[in-house]
């Protein structure tokens, strides 16, 4: 009940600050354009999309981008009717959004794929990670899981066999290091790094936070369990799944031309997924 009277009242708040904003996606000008409004984090998600705002220009389409650093407010105005879609989340935590809000958003269509990273905090090596040490990972269900998954790759901790991608620190069956975990927001780890031996981070928030991924002292596989599920997705409400703006948006962060500028950008840290 707590989380959805936030998400209420957040969506109250996007929607003020949003306000304004003509509604988009189905509404075209005089001169026959039609505006779409997608929510996006500032890096990557909305620095790709400034990369397609001129495709879709060319196609009579106005893409308007609205930057939006939480995980909450990009899909609380996608379901308030301001944005008509949003750019920065990946179908796991889609779905518990969903679930925790009596949403039914979806996705119609993966771009991209950024690869978690295990990043040096108080220590530079895997291999001298003290007994005891103290690990950040992100505190939201999806991303600790897949921070955990990360650790288990590595050999640093096994998980029960059937946890998968909704494991949490309960599913830990053998800690040899007995690692003590610090579970915060995603977009706190970076600054956290001082103040714990390592910590697995987002993509995103690792390119924010002026980290690379070749220099990470691991990295998830860009093949397998987590590039698929992880996808970062566009997001919109069932009634627009179908919305020809917002399908043309898909194909064009799908193409060739798009796919070369996140392969020359952001050096091997935004994977994309066509």
Same mark, same amino acid.
């Given at each position: 009940? *707590? ?6 009242? /957040? ?6 600050? /949003? ?8 509404? =075209?000008?005089? $001169? ?18 400034? %990369? ?14 609205? &930057? /939006? ?14 944005? $008509?879609?949003?750019?920065? &989340? ?5 779905? %518990? ?22 990043? =040096? ?9 003290? $007994?005891?040490?103290?690990? #950040? ?17 590595e050999g640093i901790i096994k998980l029960k066999d059937d946890a998968g991608i909704e494991a949490t620190i309960a599913d830990i069956v053998e800690n040899p290091k007995n690692i %003590?975990? *610090? ?22 928030? #690792? ?9 990470? /002292? ?16 566009? =997001?919109?409400? *069932?009634? *627009? ?12 962060? %799908? ?8 392969? #020359?950008?952001?050096?091997g840290a935004v994977v994309p997924l066509n």
């Amino acid at each position: 009940m *707590k989380k959805k009277i936030l998400t209420l009242l /957040l969506a109250a708040a996007v929607t003020a600050s /949003l306000a304004g904003c003509a509604k988009g996606g189905d509404n =075209a000008g005089a $001169d026959d354009t039609t505006t779409i409004k997608v929510g996006a984090n500032i890096t990557p998600h909305s620095e790709i999309l400034e %990369q397609a705002k001129p495709i879709l220009a060319e196609k009579g389409i106005n893409l308007e981008i609205i &930057q /939006l650093e939480d995980s909450i407010t990009p899909n609380t105005g996608v379901i308030d009717g301001s944005l $008509d879609a949003n750019y920065f &989340q990946h179908v796991p935590y889609l779905e %518990q959004f969903n679930e925790e809000n009596g949403s039914d958003l979806v996705s119609i269509g993966a771009i991209h794929y950024e690869p978690f990273g295990v990043y =040096a905090g108080r220590v530079s090596d895997l291999k001298d990670l003290p $007994d005891g040490a103290l690990v #950040a990972v992100p505190n939201n269900v999806t991303n600790e899981a897949r921070a955990l998954l990360l650790l288990e790759q590595e050999g640093i901790i096994k998980l029960k066999d059937d946890a998968g991608i909704e494991a949490t620190i309960a599913d830990i069956v053998e800690n040899p290091k007995n690692i %003590q975990f *610090k579970e915060l927001a995603p977009e706190q780890l970076v600054a956290a790094l001082p103040d714990v031996d390592i910590a697995v981070i987002n993509g995103n928030y #690792a390119i924010e936070g002026g980290l690379h991924v070749s220099e990470a /002292l691991a990295v998830e596989a860009n093949t397998g369990l987590a590039a698929t599920t992880y996808g970062n997705i566009i =997001a919109t409400s *069932k009634d *627009k799944a179908n919305n020809e703006a917002l399908k043309t948006l898909v194909e064009v962060l %799908q193409s060739a031309e798009i796919k070369a500028f996140i392969e #020359a950008t952001y050096d091997g840290a935004v994977v994309p997924l066509n």
